[in-house]
Each structure stands twice: as C-alpha cells, then as structure tokens.
C-alpha cells in the first residue's frame, strides 16, 4: 500500500540557517510527489510537485526538492529560512487514478529570530 | 487562480445533530475530495467525487457521507455527529482524473462538536 513518512514531527531552525525536511514514500510505479505548506489556521498550498524529468524540482517561496528513487525520498530544502516560512509541511504521494493523494503526517517548523 | 470555498471556517455543533460542510469550486474541476486533519495524523481522505453523482469512500468514510448534484459543489454530511468528529475538515478540487496536477485546498472548517 502507498505511505508518505515524514521522520520528524518538530523542527526548530534560526532565521537565516538552512533547512531540510525529509520525506519517505512507499509506492510501486513511478510517483507523483507534492509538498504543501500550512501556515496557521489556514488551507494547504501547493510548494512544488515532482511528475518526471529532472530529479530536482524548484518550487515556490525558494523552495526546493530533490526526487532520489533509489532512497524512495524526496525531501525539502531551502538554503537560507525567514521567519514566514514556520508552517506545518507536508508531503504527499499520488495514488493511482482519480487524483487522490496521500499525505504525511506533517512537520512542524519553528524559525527562531 | 482556482478558488475552493468552504463555506464556514467555524462551528460548534451538538452531538447527534445532523451537520452539513459545504465546498464549492469555480473552476469547473473534475475532482473534489474531503479530507479531515487531525494532530499527528496528517490529512486523511474521507471521500472523493470524480464526477457528478459520483462519489468513493476513500479511508475514513464511517460516519459520514458526501453529496454532489452539481460540479461545482461538494458537501460532506455528518449523519450523527459525534465528539471523535471534532476536527479541521479540508475540502480540495483537482483537475483531471489520470495524471496528478495537485490539489487546490479550501480554507478549511474547524468543526467542534460537544
């Protein structure tokens, strides 16, 4: 069965310090992967999406993500964090027809000023 | 931009009332799906609708239905609403069935039900 893995629950990182967010998958074919921010209280917007072609996917707000099928990962990146992007994150795998996805549980970031 | 609207962001309803969550797109989607959000669990898909009148339990369905007359227009009902129904309801449309071009999400709807 398709599953998204997000390791960690909590991140806390200073403003201006790098990030990583990891994300895990299981799925059989060739995956659609996503990742979506939360901000508080709000919807979840679209960061950036992996269908095929390059393995490293450029997304909006300097977000960016790397697909590695050999790790089944695709995690998040940014090089340098503002205090905005403390949000909850979440990835997400398409699961066959219909468009449905399947999310992780999500991780939280924290930026210290 | 494609626009989901859900039309309340808060309700406090008592148990056993029968509750209505409303979700509409303006973009002539194909898709719409309704997930719940809770703590620790991440979103997890209710149901989901691939058409007028069309519509498949997707992991959650116990305790819900969904009805969809209209395109536009998808509605999550809570037969008996119970307490382990409080939650953050997140409505989504999507495009065309057969590739993944994502999901647009509504603002969500913030159910408590005491």
């Known amino acids: 069965a398709q599953s998204v893995t997000q390791p960690d629950i909590h991140i806390t990182v200073s403003e201006g310090a790098s990030l990583e967010l990891r994300c895990n998958y299981s799925?059989?074919?060739?995956?659609?992967l996503f990742w979506y921010v939360q901000s508080p209280g709000q919807g979840l917007q679209l960061l950036l999406k992996?269908?095929?072609?390059?393995?490293l996917v450029q997304g909006i707000k300097g977000f960016e993500a790397e697909f590695k099928r050999s790790q089944s990962s695709f995690n998040l990146r940014k090089p340098s964090v503002h205090w905005s992007d403390a949000a909850e994150y979440f990835c997400?795998?398409?699961?066959?027809?219909?468009?449905?996805?399947?999310f992780g549980a999500g991780t939280r970031l924290a930026v210290h000023p | 931009d494609v626009k989901v609207t859900q039309s309340s962001r808060y309700l406090v309803k008592r148990t056993g009332e029968k509750v209505f969550l409303e979700c509409v797109q303006d973009?002539?989607?194909?898709?719409m799906f309704w997930y719940r959000q809770d703590p620790g669990l991440g979103l997890r898909l209710i149901y989901f609708?691939?058409?007028?009148?069309?519509?498949e339990k997707g992991d959650i369905p116990e305790g819900y239905s969904v009805s969809r007359e209209k395109k536009e227009r998808f509605s999550l009902i809570l037969e008996s609403a119970s307490t382990n129904q409080t939650s953050m309801y997140l409505c989504?449309?999507?495009?065309?069935?057969?590739?993944?071009?994502?999901?647009?999400f509504g603002s969500g709807t913030r159910l408590t039900v005491v």
């Open positions: 973009m002539d989607h194909e898709n």
């Open positions: 799925y059989g074919a060739t995956p659609y």
């Open positions: 997400a795998v398409g699961a066959g027809g219909y468009n449905k996805l399947i």
């Open positions: 609708s691939y058409d007028v009148k069309m519509k």
């Open positions: 992996y269908f095929s072609g390059d393995t």
């Open positions: 989504a449309s999507s495009l065309t069935t057969g590739t993944n071009y994502g999901y647009t």
